[in-house]
């Protein structure tokens, strides 16, 4: 059900997005003591406060018209972040080059967890320069890096 509810609000915000700036980065329907329905969008140049309440309040309106979700939810549509999980092969075609941090399921030559610098994704491995092709189904996530 829950990936069902993320793939139609998907659906829903490319209509709300077409023929816009925006890029919808993904979409996600979680339980963490309330259930939040989360929208991350992105536009070149980043988005503001006004830009996630223009579209909050669109995809409000087409959700309080389609029974989607039954009992309550709370809508968060935001920024994916300076440190954005990357999750689409279109992420890493465009942060190819950019260093990120990998996380895996278990360790690989001893580690879960490393940076370095994404070369890019096929249909069966992750590639970061000075590593090994990293089989995909080992992968837990890939989030761009930030240094402080």
Excluded at 56 to 83: A, T
Aim: net charge negative.
């Amino acid at each position: 059900m829950i990936k069902e509810i993320e793939a139609r609000v998907e659906e829903l915000m490319q209509g709300i997005i077409s023929g816009t700036e925006f890029e919808l980065v993904d979409v996600e329907y979680v339980n963490e003591k309330d259930w939040y329905l989360r929208v991350f969008v992105d536009k070149a140049g980043g988005i503001d406060l006004d830009d996630c309440q223009l579209l909050s309040e669109k995809l409000g309106r087409f959700l309080d018209k389609e029974p989607l979700i039954n009992g309550p939810y709370i809508l968060e549509v935001s920024s994916p972040g300076i440190d954005r999980v990357l999750k689409k092969d279109k992420d890493f075609v465009r942060e190819a080059g950019k260093t990120v941090d990998v996380t895996l399921y278990a360790p690989i030559n001893g580690k879960k967890f490393f940076s370095g610098i994404l070369q890019g994704r096929d249909q069966t491995s992750l590639k970061i320069a000075g590593y090994e092709p990293i089989p995909r189904e080992k992968v837990a996530q890939v989030r761009l890096h930030i240094d402080f």
